[in-house]
């Protein structure tokens, strides 16, 4: 029969479709058990940080099948930022990704990240939260929550050429440990010819890329802070701030042992290593750098002390954002701790020259042999027993440029101390007035 | 003038068309042609609306609404973003330091490529040689570019403070200071753009022909008054072509402020576009990006059309 021979085709290619739109159906609910995670992180210190950010997910990879992670270098600290956010915007977000702590409050008023706390679970996600320095911390939290994971953390640490200081007659193993010690070395160690040529100068402390950074270093050890803790008011024209800011200014123009004008961040540790400056201030992530590369015996000391010994910590925490499903979630988080391990935090730090950041990862046989050949390596460590977070508010970035501006300004001699403070703060409270 | 329907009136002897006949035939033509143009006109037009009219507009739009923050949208503010920005001294700083910037490099940029031009032109011994060197600033990219004068210019040790140390002048911080860093940075886009304009002025003086140098020795001419009066007339157009470029790029090239000074010290450095970068895209405050936006681009506008209403009317073309 003609029609049965046509409904029965039509049967036939219906049961195909069915079956194959079925076999679909399953290629599909098997692909979801894979969970995809993206992962921004910025590289900001040298050495093969792609090869070692690969070799953890790879080995996270193995341990947990059905996650794959994307790493993505992202850039600079800066650019990691900007991607981030366009990402986000346009849809296509990273799950987790490493930014600066200082990032914070601008990450929480675009509504793009997820605080850490009602993810944890279990009592030992709750002691994994809890394991970090506390100082590492500060800049995590905000309106109540713990919004971000510490991972790549620094401080400023002072860098002296010992046999700069032996020609100038100081004892090569002994840091200045307060303000008047650095002028009293600085002095020794500047060296002026007659027509006033100076061949080497006593310090040098970077004031281009953010010299916010380099005044809290003074700023702390002068007990006083630069904002509350909400991010919502600064103190910049405190008179501790301004006396601060006065000694950093008098270095160069006083007590002529710094160069006068900016310095470059970027070339200060080359001014280092071809004996231009006895000493330095820098980021303690330039560690391994400068171990590589100074051609003399040097030492690594913590930020002189004036009312009281202070160092801002600074450097990149993970982020974890939103639009993720809760499995995606779980699995980040799940990332995030393993990444967070004493021996990963260890593994970490003696690739990189970052503090590990809580202190069981300390005393891991790795980083007990790695201290052992290299004991400079804990002066950062150690520092954190004084060490305060770094200034961070909300529309952090303006604030910040307010200040730095001003700082500059300050130093290039067109403002004077307070004056420099008194607009800075002036601009920032006009900046911060929406947050109040 | 006729009117060209009654020429073909007459020509053909055909009614007028707009009665009769031959009207029929002659519309779908006369739209098969206009459809035709357009289509070909269509990838240019697309390109160009979805990538500069339309951001042109958009900017414009946007510069009058407030930046949209977190769950907060944006609300139409009318002026307010340009009256906060005439009160802002750091767009004031940059915009001036923009004038000085355009207004050393473009002509020094533009004498130097021409210079180097007319010594590449001659013949002198190892002339190839010159003309790569002269032309290698240009290959490199404007990132490595900084990077390499950013030692030059360190105090002390750098090329610079080494050459002067030969004279004896003492070290000086020439990023580092407000007097001298935005003239570093002017040297570095001279030194970069020369080479590349330098290209343009050799081609064209390829071109001019030998004959009138010839006619011109034999009515005893100077070398000078021959360059005065005929090398460099005919050179005006590859000086306008040059001029376009060379303001486009004095607002347009900032990749050197981000290495080497991120614009300050103080903002002693700060130009436009450095600027509206640093408002978009470090402080997120986009409505008040395009604000800025808007007056780089009137301004881009203005200078397009000044040299193309003034300067091209007064400029012999061969």
């Known amino acids: ?436 | 003038m006729q009117n060209p329907d009654q020429t073909k009136k007459r020509a053909d002897g055909a009614p007028s068309p707009l009665v009769g006949e031959g009207n029929r035939l002659s519309v779908p033509q006369h739209l098969r042609v206009h459809i035709h143009g357009w289509l070909l006109l269509l990838p240019a037009a697309v390109l160009l609306v979805a990538f500069t009219y339309y951001p042109a507009v958009r900017t414009i739009f946007d510069s009058l609404f407030s930046t949209p923050r977190g769950v907060r949208g944006a609300v139409f503010v009318g002026m307010d973003n340009y009256a906060a920005m005439l009160a802002d001294p750091v767009f004031v700083r940059a915009l001036v330091n923009n004038f000085v910037y355009a207004a050393c490099v473009i002509p020094l940029t533009i004498a130097l490529a021409l210079s180097m031009a007319l010594w590449v032109d001659g013949r002198i011994a190892g002339r190839p040689f010159l003309r790569l060197s002269f032309f290698t600033p240009t290959v490199l990219p404007m990132i490595a570019v900084a990077n390499i004068w950013l030692f030059f210019y360190a105090p002390g040790y750098g090329l610079l403070d080494q050459i002067l140390g030969l004279f004896g002048f003492s070290a000086h911080n020439w990023l580092g200071d407000q007097h001298t860093a935005l003239a570093c940075l002017i040297a570095v886009a001279i030194w970069k753009d020369a080479g590349f304009f330098m290209i343009f002025y050799l081609a064209a003086l390829q071109q001019i022909s030998p004959q009138l140098a010839e006619a011109a020795a034999l009515e005893g001419a100077s070398r000078w008054y021959f360059f005065r009066r005929v090398t460099f007339p005919l050179l005006m157009p590859t000086t306008l072509f040059v001029l376009v470029n060379a303001i486009i790029n004095s607002f347009r090239l900032v990749d050197h402020i981000v290495v080497m000074t991120q614009g300050g010290p103080d903002n002693a450095t700060a130009l436009l576009l450095f600027y509206i970068y640093e408002v978009g895209f470090k402080f997120w405050d986009t409505a008040y990006a395009a604000t800025l936006t808007v007056v780089l681009l009137t301004l881009l506008a203005v200078f397009a059309l000044g040299q193309f209403l003034i300067l091209d009317r007064r400029i012999h073309y061969q």
Request: aromatic share 10%; glycine share 8%.
């Open chain 1, 1 to 436: 029969m003609r029609i049965g021979a046509i409904v029965g085709r039509a049967l036939a290619i219906a049961g195909t479709v069915a079956a194959l739109s079925f076999a679909f159906a399953a290629a599909g609910s098997a692909a979801a058990k894979d969970i995809a995670l993206t992962f921004y992180y910025p590289i900001s210190v040298g050495g093969p940080i792609p090869k070692i950010i690969d070799g953890y997910v790879a080995a996270f990879e193995k341990e947990n099948p059905g996650v794959t992670i994307k790493p993505i270098y992202a850039g600079a600290y800066d650019d990691a930022l900007i991607k981030t956010l366009t990402a986000f915007k346009s849809g296509t977000s990273p799950d987790i990704a490493v930014l600066l702590t200082t990032d914070l409050f601008t990450l929480i008023d675009q509504n793009v990240i997820e605080p850490i706390g009602p993810l944890l679970k279990t009592a030992a996600d709750r002691a994994w939260l809890a394991s970090f320095y506390p100082v590492f911390m500060d800049n995590s939290r905000a309106d109540g929550q713990t919004w971000s994971i510490p991972f790549q953390r620094s401080t400023i640490l002072v860098y002296w050429n010992k046999a700069a200081f032996a020609a100038a007659g100081l004892d090569p193993d002994k840091a200045p440990s307060t303000w008047d010690d650095m002028v009293a070395d600085g002095q020794k160690l500047t060296r002026r010819d007659a027509g006033g040529q100076v061949s080497q100068w006593g310090i040098e402390i970077p004031s281009t890329s953010g010299p916010q950074w380099m005044l809290q270093g003074m700023t702390l050890a002068n007990n006083v802070r630069l904002a509350n803790q909400a991010g919502t008011q600064t103190y910049f024209d405190k008179p501790a701030v301004i006396e601060a800011l006065q000694f950093w200014v008098d270095l160069s123009r006083k007590y002529r042992i710094e160069p006068p004008g900016t310095i470059g961040w970027g070339t200060t540790p080359q001014d280092f290593f071809e004996r231009k400056t006895a000493m330095m201030w820098q980021s303690s992530g330039n560690l391994t750098n400068v171990r590589t590369n100074a051609g003399f015996p040097f030492g690594v000391g913590m930020v002189p002390a004036h009312s009281t010994r202070g160092s801002p910590t600074g450097g990149g925490n993970f982020y974890l954002f939103k639009n993720m499903t809760a499995e995606q979630r779980d699995a980040a988080l799940k990332f995030v701790e393993w990444m967070t391990t004493p021996e990963r935090a260890a593994d970490w730090s003696i690739a990189t020259g970052y503090i590990a950041v809580r202190p069981d990862a300390w005393q891991t046989p790795a980083m007990q042999k790695y201290l052992a050949g290299f004991p400079d390596a804990a002066v950062a460590r150690d520092e954190l027993r004084y060490a305060a977070a770094e200034l961070s508010t909300h529309d952090d970035a303006r604030v910040g440029k307010a200040l730095d501006d001003n700082i500059q300004a300050a130093l290039i001699g067109a403002k004077t101390s307070a004056q420099a403070m008194k607009d800075a703060q002036a601009q920032a409270a006009r900046i911060l007035r929406p947050y109040q």
